[in-house]
Each structure stands twice: as structure tokens, then as C-alpha cells.
């Protein structure tokens, strides 16, 4: 088994515990003030992960969870820089299926 699939963390709004293949990382490194979407999981910053779902992301969005638990204050336009990224690459594929 590969062990990046074995590996698992915590969504950040259903609380589940799932493997990594199947969650979103989200990277924020604190001494550039920086986040971004890590597709490929391999950044070196601080990780936070959800369950790639278009309703978690709401919910991302409407209680600025990435401001908790990064412990920064990000602002709602960085959430919404952040959304066409997601629809474009999730979202997205779900419509055309």
C-alpha cells in the first residue's frame, strides 16, 4: 500500500477522520503570511484539511474556519480568491459527469 494513502487526518468541519487521498490540504506558512490550496499535498507549511464537498466549503467560508485554525486573520476576499480555484478543479468535474 502506498503510504500516502495509508496516512489519515481530521476534516476541519465534519471532525471525521479520513485518509488523505480523499481530503483538500490547505498550506499556510506564518513568516510569508501565505496560503494556499496544496493539490498535491506536499508543501511544507502548516496543513489543514477538509472533505471536498461544496458545503463544507460554505461552511469554511461563513465561520472563516481557516482563521482558527491557522490562528491568523485572513480576510473573506482571500476565502473568495480561493473559491474559483476549487470550483474549477472540484466542482467543476461533478457538473460535466
Known amino acids: 500500500m502506498n503510504e500516502i494513502n495509508s496516512l489519515k487526518r481530521k476534516c476541519i468541519i465534519t471532525n471525521e477522520i479520513i485518509e488523505i ?3 483538500i490540504r490547505f498550506d ?3 513568516a510569508t503570511n501565505i496560503l494556499k ?3 498535491n499535498k506536499n ?3 502548516r496543513g ?3 472533505v471536498p464537498e461544496k458545503q ?3 461552511k469554511i467560508k461563513k465561520t472563516r474556519a481557516l ?3 491557522f490562528k491568523t486573520n485572513f480576510t473573506f476576499e482571500l476565502y473568495l480568491k480561493l473559491e474559483p480555484e476549487l470550483e474549477e ?3 467543476a468535474k461533478k457538473h460535466q459527469d
Request: hydrophobic share 40%; aromatic share 24%; charged share 30%.
Open 21 to 23: 487521498s480523499k481530503l
Open 28 to 30: 499556510y506558512k506564518k
Open 37 to 39: 490550496i496544496d493539490w
Open 43 to 45: 508543501m511544507n507549511g
Open 48 to 50: 489543514a484539511y477538509f
Open 56 to 58: 463544507n466549503w460554505e
Open 67 to 69: 482563521n482558527r485554525i
Open 89 to 91: 478543479k472540484l466542482w
